[in-house]
């Protein structure tokens, strides 16, 4: 892939992505993946009301210094909040225990949220001659998320083509899209992702919960690894299907 062009000066520079960087260990791994694929980082937050905001905001600021990210912008969206009808943003919801064998959409689905994060992310990309936007999502998301399918990228990707301007080329990349969460992980510790400074939990600041589902994959994916999860939990359940049955 060629060098991308400093939309300001017209001069060559290294390629550029932008990197939905929410602090999660999913979006650490996808920005250890850009950076190895030879992108310059722009690391783009968004805050939008949910339960974990200050953490996750908190743990995106580092992973973009680790990654040495050339720019980091964070975006405060008061919409998703106000549309609610997610426990991750409406405090009349609860979040739910995990329930990993369900095939029902759970309730911290934010509706239509990575079409919305994802248009921010291109704005962003345009205006600074990126040529790729990264998002985390990953197989178990798309099993209960319907904006984390492959076909929602793809499409997402026609969007993008025929809305920017002729010259702009950005591909919507989604590394992850038909692995696991305990393929990312593996993947992560390979390429040395500081996970201790990623947060998944949905419910708490400190400790994760380690109940939530965000927390149950997570701890998973690393106990199925073998390996021990460097974030604290007020509890450490095993999640293993062989000590479950």
């Known amino acids: 892939m060629s060098d991308s062009t400093d939309p300001t000066t017209d001069e060559p520079t290294e390629k550029r992505a932008v990197v939905l960087l929410s602090g999660g260990m999913d979006s650490a791994t996808a920005a250890a993946v850009a950076r190895e694929r030879g992108y310059e980082i722009y690391a783009l937050h968004t805050s939008y009301g949910q339960r974990t905001e200050d953490r996750e905001l908190e743990c995106a600021r ?5 990654f040495d990210a050339a720019d980091f912008l964070r975006i405060e969206t008061g919409h998703l909040s106000a549309i609610g009808a997610s426990s991750l943003t409406d405090d009349e919801l609860d979040v739910a225990d995990a329930d990993m064998d369900s095939d029902e959409i759970p309730t911290s689905y934010v509706p239509f949220r990575n079409a919305n994060l994802l248009a921010m ?24 998320y319907p904006d984390c399918r492959p076909e929602f990228f793809e499409a997402f990707e026609q969007v993008v083509d025929v809305g920017t301007k002729p010259e702009t080329e950005i591909a919507i990349e989604a590394p992850f899209v038909e692995l696991s969460k305990t393929d990312i992980a593996e993947q992560g510790l390979e390429l040395e992702v500081p996970y201790e400074h990623t947060w998944s939990c949905y419910r708490e600041n400190e400790p994760a919960c380690g109940t939530c589902d965000a927390c149950a994959y997570r701890l998973q994916a690393f106990q199925r690894l073998g390996v021990h999860d460097p974030i604290e939990y007020e509890q450490r359940p095993s999640y293993l299907e062989d000590e479950a049955a």
């Open 121 to 144: 992310a291109v704005s962003y990309a345009e205006a600074n001659g990126c040529e790729a936007v990264f998002i985390g999502a990953h197989s178990e998301d798309f099993s209960g």
């Open 62 to 66: 580092r992973l973009a210094e680790a």
